[in-house]
T-cell receptor, first 115, second 116 residues
């Protein structure tokens, strides 16, 4: 069974500082990997996804993530955080093949941005 | 981009009543829709997967008789919480995807259910 671990429940950074949110996954093969962002009381917005090819993936809002097979990781990064980036971030892994690409989510990381 | 809507966005009901939540894909045909439940400050837990025209597949521990899912068309899936109780209060989110292997899921804005 697939699983996702986000080790950091809360992270606080200063506006303008760099950001890295950690994500580790467990899956028997090469997974589909996603990062979503959720604002309070809202649904999820896709930031970026990895299916295959280049292991460094660029997303929206200046975010990027790198798939590292050897470390089973898919960490999310942003070079300079903006106050509007404060939100909950979820990493997810999707199964390849059958099952309709069912997603398994991590527990999320709450990002707080200090002005 | 693909848009998924949910209705209602918020609902308050009395214990023992049933509540229906609609999930619509507005600009694409969704062969598969997913229903998630999210408790405060927690992650999304998949409840069930529904494919158009067939019975939903429920995750372990989810009562299929309590959470009725109907995927009657390629653009609409409904979740009915039957005989709701306060412990059913939660944030329910749907997502939809096309049949493409590498396609992503597009999420609705969620429905906040409060059972009194």
């Amino acid at each position: 069974a697939q699983s996702v671990t986000q080790p950091d429940i809360h992270i606080t950074v200063s506006e303008g500082a760099s950001l890295e949110l950690r994500c580790n996954y467990s899956y028997g093969a090469t997974p589909y990997l996603f990062w979503y962002v959720q604002s309070p009381g809202q649904g999820l917005q896709l930031l970026l996804k990895y299916f295959s090819g280049d292991t460094l993936v660029q997303g929206i809002k200046g975010f990027e993530a790198e798939f590292k097979r050897s470390q089973s990781s898919f960490n999310l990064r942003k070079p300079s955080v903006h106050w509007s980036d404060a939100a909950e971030y979820f990493c997810a892994v999707g199964a390849r093949g059958g099952g309709g690409n069912k997603l398994t989510f991590g527990t999320g990381t709450q990002l707080k941005v200090e002005l | 981009g693909a848009v998924v809507s949910q209705h209602p966005s918020r609902v308050i009901c009395k214990s023992g009543t049933s509540v229906k939540i609609e999930c619509r894909s507005l600009d694409f045909q969704a062969t598969t829709m997913f229903w998630y439940r999210q408790f405060p400050k927690q992650s999304l837990m998949l409840m069930a997967t529904s494919n158009e025209g067939s019975k939903a597949t429920y995750e372990q521990g989810v009562e299929k008789d309590k959470f009725l899912i109907n995927h009657a068309s390629l653009t609409l899936s409904t979740l009915t919480v039957t005989s709701a109780h306060p412990e059913d209060s939660s944030f329910y989110i749907c997502s939809a995807r096309t049949g493409l292997v590498t396609d992503e899921q597009f999420f609705g804005p969620g429905t906040r259910l409060t059972v009194l």
